[in-house]
């Protein structure tokens, strides 16, 4: 099944380690990481909007669309392999993980996606996020995969 994760902004200082995860994650899925241009300017509305425009500009018909947002729905390491598992058995091309910049993604966007993933209750910067994403996207195919890598309760 073909992954996309559509991240606002450049990997910062977080780069090397994130590579390291997408690379790993690669090897289970069909991953793509699309970078899209960060919005400029003070006020969020507009930011988050225009944000918005270049994710919608990468997305491709036919998957299913996954906000990454801290309001989203929990998942374990397990449940989430297990929900990834399941998409890849129905008619949707893949999935677009969708991880916004500075101020988070647009509401707008956040309601045209299917799901609403939480990485955490914590709000964290989006580098940290498209890390943890990786790292989960990596531990979901290593528990699909009947892998040593994931040590907790599958």
Excluded at 37 to 57: F, P, T
Aim: proline letters at 3%.
């Amino acid at each position: 099944m073909k992954i996309s994760v559509v991240v606002v902004g450049r990997a910062g200082s977080l780069g090397s380690a994130i590579r390291e995860y997408e690379a790993r994650a690669a090897r289970y899925w069909r991953l793509e990481v699309v970078e899209v241009r960060q919005g400029r300017g003070s006020v969020a509305d507009d930011v988050m909007r225009r944000e918005a425009g270049n994710i919608r500009a990468r997305l491709r018909r036919g998957f299913d669309r996954v906000a990454v947002t801290r309001e989203g729905r929990r998942f374990s390491s397990a449940e989430l392999a297990r929900w990834l598992e399941g998409v890849a058995r129905t008619p949707a091309k893949g999935v677009h993980f969708l991880v916004g910049g500075a101020f988070g993604l647009d509401p707008d966007l956040k309601e045209e996606c299917g799901l609403r993933l939480s990485l955490s209750s914590f709000t964290l910067p989006h580098d940290f996020a498209r890390l943890v994403l990786a790292e989960q996207l990596y531990r979901a195919g290593t528990i699909l995969g009947n892998q040593p890598y994931h040590k907790g309760s599958r």
